[in-house]
Nanobody
Framework: QVQLVESGGGLVQAGGSLRLSCAAS????????MGWYRQAPGNQRELVAR????????NYADSVKGRFTVSRDNAKNIIYLQMNSLKPEDTAIYYC????????????WGQGTQVTVSS
């Protein structure tokens, strides 16, 4: 099992910045990708950013490209999401996600952290 704990959410004005952190504990064996999803009220959960465990390749939702940066510290089992130029439409609960690509594959989720951007 993998346990994930997010931190760093909060209230910020439009144009501001926040950095989310996700600390993982447990076995990282088979973990191939880590990332961040978000869910706003009335909306489905959507992928924000993802980073590969090996190599560090990243991909982003179009809505956050150029503003958000995902990074990892494999030695500490922590991933980060640096969010700049925040917009009110970024308001959501942000969830950390780890994917284990074994047979069968497994998804691990954090409890979520609220990000609110005021206009």
């Amino acid at each position: 099992q993998v346990q994930l704990v997010e931190s760093g959410g909060g209230l910020v004005q439009a144009g501001g910045s926040l950095r989310l952190s996700c600390a993982a504990s447990g076995s990282m064996y088979g973990i191939s990708a880590m990332g961040w999803y978000r869910q706003a009220p009335g909306n489905q959960r959507e992928l924000v950013a993802r980073i590969l465990f090996i190599g560090g390749s990243t991909n982003y939702a179009d809505s956050v490209k150029g503003r958000f940066t995902v990074s990892r510290d494999n030695a500490k089992n922590i991933i980060y999401l640096q969010m700049n130029s925040l917009k009110p439409e970024d308001t959501a609960i942000y969830y950390c996600h780890f994917f284990r690509s074994l047979d069968p594959p497994s998804d691990f989720w954090g409890q979520g952290t609220q990000v609110t951007v005021s206009s």
